[in-house]
């Protein structure tokens, strides 16, 4: 089940919301549903076979934190 995050228009909020087909996603503070789908980080290590870590997702780099809504934004 995809859990999406997104920020409202409205008021400035970011927030998680599960969407199920075809859900309007509304806000949970202000209940406005203007509202943009940000990109998200996943965390996940990529293991070769003899388990060694292959490549990390960004959720476990030094952007882990990062707020922006895409990696060019912060020049890393």
Partial sequence: MPIYEYHCEVCDQNFECLV?????PTCPKCNGENVNRLMSICG??????SGETATRSAGTS???GCAATNCGSCGH
């Fill in 20 to 24: 199920l087909g075809s859900d309007i």
């Fill in 44 to 49: 996940f290590v990529s293991k070769t076979g």
């Fill in 62 to 64: 030094g952007c882990g």
